[in-house]
């Protein structure tokens, strides 16, 4: 007999899980299907940061504080533990101090700060060297991305009884059925989260969308013991590539300088966010840098490049590199949110920026909803 579901989830990372989510939470049998034996796409390999500053003022804000504020409640009640909160973007030029000042002032950051000079080397320690002001925003908060999505899938089978089918590759919708690589499985509604494969399920729809992937490589460090940081922190390379700051003063004589100082970094995709974990070590990235199929090496001189800023903002280089990755992700130039619906009971989600986990559960709830809205 055909297993019978109202919601089918195509892909087990955080978009998935947050689909599941929002369906089960409105009383809805949702089964999840992943092809591979746990999630082990970008939302393992990711910094784990969820983000509210920097956002789009409008829809992405609101997904981005609504989510966080989702992310808070399943740290709770899945058991995962917060690693810390808080943003600091270090402004290490005038030009980012302008813009991220200017933007701590503006409406969608309430909240934040721009502390000056004397008052970030006294608030913040930690940072070194000439500083032209920090930004800081209370809101985000950091979870170890590779032992949550375990963990928020246990708790969503366990808590919320939705159905996971591992190693189960889904190969087509055909209107309320799935075929998988197990079988076929009915549902009344499915949302495809499939991350960077823009091939398996609505390629041809998929390749109209001007979609590539972005591969990034992260670094895990060690500073002496004792070293902490003071919730995540980011420099000025950050600061070009938050639509939230776009048209602020500041911004585009930031992007000239960084081109003409720091042009390996902005060839490369590089910035520096740094976060850290219970044990003392520290997640660091990143680059970008965007093919169809990217290679699966590690760049030694992209690391140099990420660790050259992280020296820059510490003082030092850490000790230790404990462990290097690379991950990828979902890019789009102008849609940093995809949701099509191919058929009426049918939606494909693809975060096309490098923040997707961080607006996951808004994005999740706001499908769920549309989906089944007649309903
Ligand atoms: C190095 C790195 C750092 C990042 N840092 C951050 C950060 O700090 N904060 C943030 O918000 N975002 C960050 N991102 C971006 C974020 O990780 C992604 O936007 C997000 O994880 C995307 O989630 P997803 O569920 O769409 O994709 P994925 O996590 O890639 O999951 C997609 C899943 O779908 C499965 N799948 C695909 N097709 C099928 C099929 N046909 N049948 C069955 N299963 C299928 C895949 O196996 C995969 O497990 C980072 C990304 C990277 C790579």
Redesign the pocket.
């Known amino acids: 007999m055909t297993e019978n579901y109202d919601l089918a989830v195509?892909?087990?990372?955080?978009?998935?899980l947050a689909h599941a989510l929002a369906a089960a939470r409105s009383g809805r049998r949702v089964v999840v299907?992943?092809?591979?034996a746990r999630?082990?796409?970008?939302?393992?390999?990711?910094?784990?940061?969820?983000?509210v500053a920097g956002h789009a003022a409008g829809g992405a804000t609101r997904r981005a504080k609504r989510s966080r504020d989702v992310w808070a409640e399943v740290c709770s009640q899945a058991g995962l533990r917060i690693e810390h909160e808080g943003l600091s973007i270090v402004a290490r030029r005038a030009e980012a101090a302008t813009a991220l000042e200017a933007y701590a002032a503006t409406e969608p950051a309430p909240g934040c700060a721009f502390y000056r000079p004397d008052d970030a080397h006294a608030l913040f320690p930690q940072f070194r060297g000439d500083i032209a002001g920090v930004f800081w925003s209370p809101d985000e908060i950091r979870v170890e991305a590779k032992s949550a999505l375990p963990k928020i899938a246990a708790w969503l089978e366990d808590t919320h009884d939705v159905a996971f089918r591992w190693e189960?590759?889904?190969?087509a919708i055909e209107g309320d059925v799935l075929r998988t690589s197990r079988g076929p499985v009915s549902a009344q509604a499915v949302v495809v989260?499939?991350?960077?494969?823009f091939r398996?399920?609505y390629g041809e729809r998929l390749a109209a969308a001007g979609l590539t992937r972005?591969k990034?490589q992260?670094l895990r460090v060690r500073y002496e013991e004792g070293f902490e940081l003071p919730g995540a922190v980011a420099t000025d390379l950050s600061v070009p590539r938050m639509p939230g700051l776009e048209g602020l003063d500041g911004v585009e004589a930031l992007r000239a300088r960084l081109e003409a100082e720091q042009p390996e970094h902005i060839q490369h995709g590089v910035v520096m966010?740094a976060s850290q974990s219970a044990d003392g070590s520290l997640v660091v990235?990143?680059s970008r840098t965007l093919e169809a199929t990217p290679d699966p090496f590690q760049s030694q001189a992209i690391d140099d490049l990420i660790l050259e800023e992280l020296a820059a903002v510490f003082g030092k280089r850490p000790k230790q590199i404990l462990s290097r990755w690379?991950?990828?992700?979902?890019f789009s130039v102008d849609r940093p949110l995809f949701v099509e619906a191919p058929e009426d009971n049918v939606r494909v989600v693809?975060?096309g920026?490098?923040?997707?986990?961080?607006?996951?559960f808004a994005i999740g709830e706001d499908v769920v909803a549309d989906l089944f809205k007649a309903g």
């Open positions: 195509v892909g087990g990372g955080i978009l998935g299907f992943e092809r591979d999630a082990n796409g970008a939302s393992v390999r990711m910094s784990g940061l969820v983000t189960t590759a889904v190969t989260c499939p991350g960077d494969d398996t399920l972005a990034s992260m966010l990235g990143s690379t991950g990828t992700y979902a693809i975060a920026a490098g923040a997707g986990a961080s607006a996951a």
